[in-house]
């Protein structure tokens, strides 16, 4: 008898309320809140730190580079953008 009052609670249960649903919605939004201001306070520490490990990369193969061809290489930073030139 209670087996089957359980399986027909559980089987008439269609989807969310309202109230639930608004509930939801209200917790994500203060997480948001709290999230996207923070992210922005980050994001310029990440490009910078992103353009120190490009920069670095471009400058360890142009030693590698001089190494395996026993010559020199040269690593030119124009108009804050980079390009190798090749010696």
Known sequence: MVLRKFRRVV?????????EMMAAVGVIAIVMAVAVPSYQAIQPGMRLNGAAREV???LMW???KAVEQNSTYAVNFPNGSYVSDFQ
């Open 62 to 64: 142009a030693r590698a």
């Open 11 to 19: 089987l008439d249960v269609k989807g969310f309320t309202i109230a």
């Open 56 to 58: 670095l990369g471009k």
